[in-house]
């Protein structure tokens, strides 16, 4: 295996994140088996500055959305952007510093998030270091636009422009972070929009760029119906990052922001059938059964679908009183992200032999590894909506009978209804941060004593 120090292009550049990537993976389910263990077994453990839900919350956040959302932006630009655009990186040199930089800004964030734990603000952002991250960001987003200005074809491929849009929207996210907001309002409505852009929107930009390459070019499949992509970019684009709010239902959220919030969920149906029909009819022409990753990738699509119809059915006006302010937001934000994953560990096992020179051996190493995750992750996804639906409908029964269920007798019911729920999130946490060891370990072992392969050129034009 060669890693240069300084790449000489987009190709080894690649290798160093497909490197970074499942050490970050591990570093995120890590962070969020500590954050479930402590809330299981609160009463063992001292609680102090550490050992604090708030804190361990707080740090598991900055690990996956942070530090690992970076990652999978870093790699999925670097093979994904150019080849989709047909050319050269334009100032290559200055994109790899600047690749160098969004990753090394979220992991100082996590670093400073554990040492100075006062200095983060209402996003989860460390306050010292929003604005290097606001500037790293935005030289991504220029580098990224004139990528797209030097491309002198009036068309570009579709993951192309999934990634630019995930770049737009995770400077977005940047921009609307806030050190002080002293209004409680103001800091509710700045983190649901920090969330819709960073999350619902970024996250599911860079898994429809990963899935639109995986479905066609390994499977020698043909895109069926460019505008039906184009439906599921700019309908995603304009309703995504408005669809956080309703999770606020009853709070101090103005109504109309609610409402507006409701409406626009429902309309997410549109570019979620035009995604699932391109998607079914580019597979029914793949020409190639793919590598066993393959099936994780039509995995990472049906959970990403599951997620998008909870996200729609949460909207109805009988259910929305039951999940708001509860644990069913993290449903979504664990479907998006999980798909993301999913995709991307598939992205990974197809470019070790397109990268390394290396062939993935398929053993059952492999086979537990995907069929750990095809199980763990709608049991996840499933839990914790039993936990968000539990939740909301005792707090509203519980305070229509007068007797709140956030402290004594009324939380101890509570706690019996969804105690076990959050025990059974422990269990499926560490079962998720051993197989994310044991890809860490497939990945290693495929690098390094894989049967020897051809690796991939890639040609690009200087025009």
């Not at 270091?129 to 002198?152: C, D, E, M, P, Y």
């Not at 309703?239 to 709010?245: A, F, G, I, K, R």
């Not at 409402?259 to 597979?283: D, G, H, M, Q, R």
């Not at 706690?415 to 197989?435: A, D, E, K």
Request: one cysteine or more; charged letters at 10%.
């Amino acid at each position: 295996m060669k890693l240069k120090l300084i790449p000489k292009n987009e190709q080894e550049l690649s290798k160093l994140f497909v490197l970074i990537f499942p050490l970050t993976l591990l570093l995120s389910s890590f962070t969020s088996f500590l954050k479930d263990a402590y809330f299981t077994f609160a009463n063992l453990i001292p609680n102090n500055r550490i050992f604090n839900y708030g804190f361990l919350d707080t740090i598991n956040n900055q690990a996956t959305y942070g530090l690992l959302f970076a990652t999978c932006i870093c790699l999925s630009f670097t093979y994904l952007f150019s080849k989709s655009l047909g050319r050269i990186a334009v100032l290559f040199p200055l994109l790899f510093l600047t690749l160098l930089g969004l990753v090394g800004a979220e992991f100082l964030d996590l670093l400073f998030g554990f040492f100075y734990q006062d200095r983060i603000n209402v996003t989860g952002n460390s306050s010292l270091l929003i604005i290097l991250k606001i500037l790293v960001g935005f030289g991504l987003f220029g580098l990224a636009s004139l990528n797209l200005l030097a491309k002198k074809e009036s068309s570009i491929f579709a993951s192309a422009q999934f990634i630019y849009g995930a770049v737009v929207f995770y400077f977005i996210s940047l921009l609307v972070s806030r050190s002080e907001l002293v209004v409680f309002t103001d800091s509710l409505m700045i983190t649901s929009l920090h969330t819709s852009t960073h999350v619902y929107v970024g996250v599911s930009f860079i898994f429809l760029a990963i899935i639109h390459f995986l479905m066609t070019k390994p499977l020698g499949a043909t895109l069926f119906n460019k505008t039906l992509t184009a439906i599921t970019f700019w309908g995603f684009l304009f309703l995504l990052p408005w669809t956080n709010y309703k999770y606020y239902f009853g709070s101090i959220i103005p109504n109309w922001l609610e409402n507006v919030s409701i409406y626009l969920s429902l309309s997410l149906l549109i570019p979620l059938l035009a995604f699932s029909v391109n998607y079914v009819k580019t597979i029914q022409t793949k020409e190639d059964e793919g590598n066993k990753s393959s099936s994780l990738m039509s995995f990472s699509v049906v959970i990403f679908l599951i997620t998008n119809l909870l996200h729609i059915i949460s909207s109805f006006e009988n259910i929305l009183p039951l999940v708001g302010l509860t644990n069913f937001q993290n449903v979504i934000n664990q479907g998006y992200i999980g798909s993301l994953v999913l995709a991307m560990i598939s992205f990974v096992y197809y470019l070790i032999p397109k990268l390394f020179g290396r062939s993935v051996k398929y053993s059952r190493l492999e086979d537990l590894i995907f069929s750990g995750l095809k199980f763990l992750y709608p049991v996840l996804l499933i839990n914790n909506f039993l936990i968000g639906v539990n939740s909301g409908y005792s707090w509203n029964a519980g305070a229509n009978a007068g007797s709140p269920t956030i402290y004594g007798e009324g939380f101890s019911i509570l706690w019996s209804v969804v105690g076990i729920n959050y025990s059974t999130n422990t269990f499926i946490s560490l079962l998720l941060m051993t197989l994310s060891f044991l890809f860490f370990i497939s990945v290693v072992r495929s690098i390094s004593s894989g049967d020897v392969t051809t690796v991939e050129e890639m040609v690009f034009s200087n025009e």
